[in-house]
């Protein structure tokens, strides 16, 4: 099946979506940040990227999140290691579209580049048919 790598800083979320792509036949590589999952993204060249969209450490949103990884992954300069990243499928997932002033959230995450978005609570069977369709389109 496909190598899919999840950025997820919340650690019962980033398990709960592990171990359902894997038990769906995937190999599955978690990373807590934007940062350590470009590093990855390098190292491994998964085939589906699933992101999430906020970030906090001790409490605090930092700036290490996944807009910003979606900016570097769609833009991943002139570089021809990183050609490839432009065309890797990403789902965007954020528990931030609930908030006030956030309605148009998901849609601007795919404005942005991520092929597909989710509020959270994440329903695993969607999640499960997008990765499916992403994986096979």
């Known amino acids: ?36 999952a470009l590093d990855k993204l390098e190292d491994e060249k998964p085939d589906l990227l699933i992101t999430d969209v906020f970030v906090r450490k001790g409490g605090t949103m930092v700036p290490d999140g996944g807009l910003l990884l979606i900016s570097r992954v769609r833009f991943p300069g002139n570089t021809a290691e990183r050609a ?16 006030p002033g956030q309605a148009n959230l998901l849609t601007t ?20 048919s997008a990765v499916r369709e992403l994986l096979h389109s």
Do not use: C
Request: charged share 25%; net charge negative; proline share 3%.
């Open 1 to 36: 099946m496909a190598r899919i790598l999840i950025m997820e800083d919340d650690e019962d979320q980033a398990f709960l979506l592990s171990e359902f792509l894997s038990g769906e036949g995937h190999t599955v590589s978690t990373s807590a940040s934007g940062q350590e």
């Open 84 to 99: 490839w990243m432009r065309k890797l499928p990403i789902i965007a997932i954020t528990g931030g579209a609930s908030y």
């Open 109 to 128: 995450l795919e404005d942005m580049g991520a092929n597909r978005s989710f509020r959270k609570p994440i329903d695993l069977k969607e999640l499960g």
